[in-house]
């Protein structure tokens, strides 16, 4: 009675382990789990369209002297105004602040390339112009702003002004 338990015990033994799945297809398995879940736990995109920054807004946050303003082609009032050490965006209701990247390249105006928010974050990237050189107060750029998946909510070709009058 005792060896037929046992070899009952081993036969089962053996059809569990030929039932196992080998361990590279198990965690391809996984590895497919877990990206399906990342899929589905992205919100979904929603582009952002900034609202012009005023002059009333510019006074009022006391942003009338920093940094550099970039206006969109078309527009007459900024989206955007670039300083040395942050910027700010008019998105929904709110005045976004975004903190400079210092380890991002220094552009005309002491504007910099890249601004990083809560939740977002703004590329700058200068264009091409008309021979002015590196210290032009004018130039053409591109501004992008990135939602938290690194997507592309907001692009835009327009100009940098960093005069004040």
Known sequence: MMRGKSLVLGLLVLVTA???EDPVEEYAEDQQDVAMVERMSKPPFRPVIPKPITKVDMARYGLDHRGCLFTAQG???PVFVAGADEGFMHIGSDLQRFAARTTSAELPGEARSSYTGLSNWIDIVRQPDEGEGGT???WPARLMLHDPQKRVAYMADGTMD???E
Do not use: F
């Open 162 to 164: 960093c005069s004040r």
């Open 18 to 20: 030929c039932q196992k």
């Open 136 to 138: 032009a107060l004018h």
């Open 75 to 77: 527009d007459k009032a």
